[in-house]
């Protein structure tokens, strides 16, 4: 299993991970869900594995959900958890999920999910996602697609924020680009400029096939599975960041 607390973003750093991605940035892809997920009905009860800092913990709560997350990382749950109370994030990792019926809905974004170290592991994480859903319940995922990356490293993107020293003290580069057809890179440098703090780092996402991902949820039971390329929900185009529904 890849532990995230063994990148920065997550471990060491991940309490400095909303001043470099704050909640703003995912708006509409949270209106988009909290919309697909009200449609479904029932009492709302929502697991969003991989919920990092909570911003979409925060979002449905507000919208009127009963939402729970679950991450392996105590430096992203620290800030999920002064969001929406402790009572709703769990410490633990996606390959352990255990629950039974106990969902409407399951969500995982920004690519949560392509940090399964395999096709395998990642059909075990649905299969369980499918069983700890109710019947008619829904499945959200945002995953990681290769097939549409540069093939080499491009140019980086810079993001510059306000950090505790002012308007731009906070700059992340990242870039993304494909290994081969199933295997996103991801680089992020992070730099508070006040706190003279800085880290560097490759992510290796794996399973980064949307096709592929979708394909491991049908053998894992779910249904009506559509790979859509935004949340402006038309089909999947050009996009390395689709989304993929379904339900059980
Ligand atoms: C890019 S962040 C996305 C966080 C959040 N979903 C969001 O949209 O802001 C990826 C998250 O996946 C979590 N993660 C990595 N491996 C995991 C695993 N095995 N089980 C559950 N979550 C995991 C990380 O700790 C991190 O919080």
Not at 151 to 175: H, N, S
Request: proline share 4%; charged share 20%; net charge negative.
């Amino acid at each position: 299993m890849i532990d995230a607390n063994n990148y920065q973003l997550y471990g060491a750093f991940g309490d400095r991970y909303d001043l470099h991605t704050p909640a703003h940035h995912y708006q509409h892809d949270h209106q988009f869900l909290i919309q697909r997920i009200q449609a479904i009905g029932g009492l709302g009860r929502v697991l969003d594995v991989g919920c990092g800092t909570g911003v979409f913990l925060e979002k449905a709560l507000a919208a009127g959900l009963d939402p729970i997350g679950l991450d392996p990382a105590p430096a992203m749950l620290q800030l999920a958890s002064q969001k929406v109370g402790k009572s709703r994030v769990r410490l633990g990792y996606m390959q352990d999920l255990d629950d039974q019926k106990a969902f409407n809905a399951i969500t995982a974004l920004s690519w949560s999910l392509n940090y399964c170290r395999d096709y395998e592991e990642l059909c075990t994480v649905l299969t369980r996602c499918k069983e700890a859903l109710h019947s008619g319940g829904g499945l959200f995922l945002q995953v990681a697609h290769a097939p549409h990356a540069a093939k080499q490293a491009p140019d980086f993107f810079m993001d510059y924020e306000v950090g505790p020293g002012g308007p731009q003290d906070i700059v992340l580069k990242y870039r993304f680009w494909a290994a081969d057809n199933q295997t996103m890179m991801a680089e992020y440098n992070f730099e508070c400029i006040s706190m003279a703090d800085s880290f560097s780092e490759v992510h290796v996402l794996k399973v980064a096939d949307a096709i592929l991902v979708a394909r491991a949820a049908e053998e894992a039971g779910f249904i009506d599975l559509e790979i859509l390329e935004d949340y402006g929900g038309g089909p999947l185009e050009k996009t390395i960041n689709p989304f993929i529904v379904g339900r059980v």
